[in-house]
């Protein structure tokens, strides 16, 4: 059974910084592409940031270019999402997610997904 279990949300001032950490069970972790989502209240859901099995980035949102970093680490079967230069409008339920594809381009080219961590960044 596959499982993302995602960590690390939490509230946090502007201008603060939190690492979001998931960890994956149950899949050849090293062979899927690994993205991180977000969906803020009366929002849909968007991307965040992607990440290639071998640790090159599939891209940013516009909006975190700069500020967010996504990286992997195949050993641990983990994938961590850097925040920094939070905004208050960074707040949201982030969600990671694992893609069979070798660079998947949207949400639906997601086979797998966790259950979220909340991320509330306060003004």
């Known amino acids: 059974q596959v499982q993302l279990v995602e960590s690390g949300g939490g509230l946090v001032q502007a201008g603060g910084s939190l690492r979001l950490s998931c960890a994956a069970s149950g899949l050849t972790f090293g062979s899927y592409a690994m993205g991180w989502f977000r969906q803020a209240p009366g929002k849909e859901r968007e991307f965040v940031a992607a990440?290639?099995?071998?640790?090159?980035?599939?891209g940013y949102l516009d909006s975190v270019k700069g500020r967010f970093t996504i990286s992997r680490d195949n050993a641990k079967n983990t994938v961590y999402l850097q925040m920094n230069s939070l905004k208050p409008e960074d707040t949201a339920v982030y969600y990671c997610?694992?893609?069979?594809?070798?660079?998947?381009?949207?949400?639906?080219?997601?086979?797998?997904w966790g259950q979220g961590t909340q991320v509330t960044v306060s003004s």
């Open positions: 997610a694992a893609s069979s594809r070798i660079t998947p381009r949207g949400q639906y080219d997601y086979n797998y």
């Open positions: 990440i290639h099995w071998s640790g090159v980035n599939i």
